[in-house]
């Protein structure tokens, strides 16, 4: 599975950024997905998650839930992450990963076997 993720910027504080991740292979329709970002000097943060018929979310929090949402176009094998309300804090390098099979650690970015090369996103205060 190969994996392709685009959408970064620069965008001011309380702005809104839609990240895609296009994915291509045999099972990249069927396989769970996430968005993983890693900020300068911090550890990989998973963010959310999406089982392969998009029918189940998961988030890390209900914070993150409130301001990203996760989804999937299996017909054009199209993960998206769109952020709202984005802070400074949100400034990092987003990725795009998927699992070979669906474990209960979906929320350890070290679970992830196949990655995206990363988008970048500065928010400006």
């Known amino acids: 599975v190969q994996l392709q993720a685009s959408g970064g910027g620069l965008v001011q504080a309380g702005g809104s950024l839609r990240l895609s991740c296009a994915a291509s292979g045999r099972t990249s329709s069927s396989i769970f997905m996430g968005w993983i970002r890693q900020a300068p000097g911090k550890e990989r943060e998973f963010l959310a998650g999406?089982?392969?018929?998009?029918?189940?979310?998961?988030y890390t929090d209900d914070a993150m839930k409130a301001r990203f949402i996760i989804s999937r176009v299996n017909a054009n094998s199209t993960m998206y992450l769109q952020m709202n309300s984005l802070k400074p804090d949100d400034t990092a390098v987003y990725y795009c990963a998927a699992m070979k099979a669906w474990t209960t650690r979906w929320a350890t970015p070290s679970q992830y076997d196949y990655w995206g090369q990363g988008t970048l996103v500065t928010v400006s205060s």
């Open positions: 999406i089982s392969g018929n998009g029918r189940n979310l998961y």
